[in-house]
Structures are given as C-alpha cells and as structure tokens.
T-cell receptor
Framework: EAQVTQNPRYLITVTGKKLTVTCSQN?????MSWYRQDPGLGLRQIYY???????DKGDVPEGYKVSRKEKRNFPLILESPSPNQTSLYFC?????????????FGSGTRLTVV | GEDVEQSLFLSVREGDSSVINCTYT??????LYWYKQEPGAGLQLLTY?????DMKQDQRLTVLLNKKDKHLSLRIADTQTGDSAIYFC?????????FGKGTRLSVIA
C-alpha cells in the first residue's frame, strides 16, 4: 500500500532531550516536507526537500533539523526541544514539488514537550 | 509570500448543502486543491481543479473557481455527519503547496 509512515504517533518528552521523528515513504517520491499544525494557525511548513541531499527551510525552521540521505526517508530532528514545540507534526510527500501530483500525508505525530 | 485565506468555522444541518470558501493571492496558481482532515488523522486529498477550469463536479462535491477574483469554493451537497472534518484549501503556483488555515465543518444531526 502506498503510504507515508511516521513514527512515533505520540511522544511526551522533557525539555532539552534530543529526539527524532521518522518519516518514510514507499512511492519513490522526490519531494518530502514537514509541517506542524497548531490551533488557529493551520499548517506551517518547517522544512522541505526537493530530492536526496537537497533540503530547504520552510516558514518555521527554528529549532529543527532535517536530513535526506536517501529518497525514502526524511527524519525531523529536535536537538533541544522546548515547550513551544509541542504540536502535531505531519510529514508529506509528492512525486515532485510542482505539477498536479498532490501530496500524501502521514498520520501525524503528536509531540508534547514538558 | 503567497497567502491563502479561509473562514475557520462552518456549521450546517444534516442534509443541507455546505459551502466552504477560500481566497488566494498567487496569480500564477496552476492547481488548487481541497484536502480533508478527519479527527486524529492526516490530510487526504479530496479534489482539485486546474486553473483554466471554472467548475468541477465529483458526486456530492462541486468546486467553483473564479480566477479573476482568486476565489475558490467547495460545495458539499446533502451534507452528512461523516463530512464533519477540517477542510484545507491549498494552491500551487511556482512554489510548493501553500495551505489555508482550514475550515472546521460541524454537521448538526
């Protein structure tokens, strides 16, 4: 089944403890992206990647890192999480960033930083 | 940067039609999308329209595009309780998708 898989679905952590949220897609998509969703703010893009080894900042990149060493994986790294990073995170992928390909979203990761 | 605006809430009675509106600023938009997010789930592509079209119908869904006014709408006929969700408008021009903040549709039985 074609899908974007995020892990974990739920995570509670303490301030300053490094964590990684994994994202993997099995559709050979070139484009991958991370969003955070907060009440009243909608979806805000954190980082995106046009292809392997190519990553760019989105609208809210501060406090996050990403890597794209292989096509299928696009992990989101929080080196020193803070409470303002408590949010619902989504990974998405698309065949390409432009053109009518639509985005496929993962099921989300709800992160709480205490 | 480019912007997409939607109202945040809409409440309708079961069986009525729902109309969710969206405005965007990117005059180079080529595709416009509607995504649906059910509680506890990710976003799913509902439908899309190409910028050279005025209307697209797909069963209970009708998408209207007024390119001159940069206005997009989604009409859901015979709205059911299962249609309760957040609906996101998104536009794609020369950049990756830009999403609106989402409209929460509540269907009253």
């Amino acid at each position: 089944e074609a899908q974007v898989t995020q892990n974990p679905r739920y995570l509670i952590t303490v301030t300053g403890k490094k964590l990684t949220v994994t994202c993997s897609q099995n559709m050979n998509h070139e484009y991958m992206s991370w969003y955070r969703q907060d009440p009243g703010l909608g979806l805000r893009q954190i980082y995106y990647s046009m292809n392997v080894e190519v990553t760019d900042k989105g609208d809210v990149p501060e406090g996050y890192k990403v890597s794209r060493k292989e096509k299928r994986n696009f992990p989101l790294i929080l080196e020193s999480p803070s409470p303002n990073q408590t949010s619902l995170y989504f990974c998405a992928s698309s065949l390409q960033s432009q053109g009518n390909y639509g985005y496929t979203f993962g099921s989300g990761t709800r992160l709480t930083v205490v | 940067g480019e912007d997409v605006e939607q109202s945040l809430f809409l409440s309708v009675r079961e069986g009525d039609s729902s109309v969710i509106n969206c405005t965007y600023t990117d005059s180079s938009s080529t595709y416009l999308y509607w995504y649906k997010q059910e509680p506890g789930a990710g976003l799913q592509l509902l439908t899309y329209i190409f910028s050279n079209m005025d209307m697209k119908q797909d069963q209970r869904l009708t998408v209207l595009l007024n390119k001159k006014d940069k206005h997009l709408s989604l009409r859901i006929a015979d709205t059911q309780t299962g249609d309760s969700a957040i609906y996101f408008c998104a536009e794609q021009g020369n950049t990756p998708l830009v999403f609106g903040k989402g409209t929460r549709l509540s269907v009253i039985a």
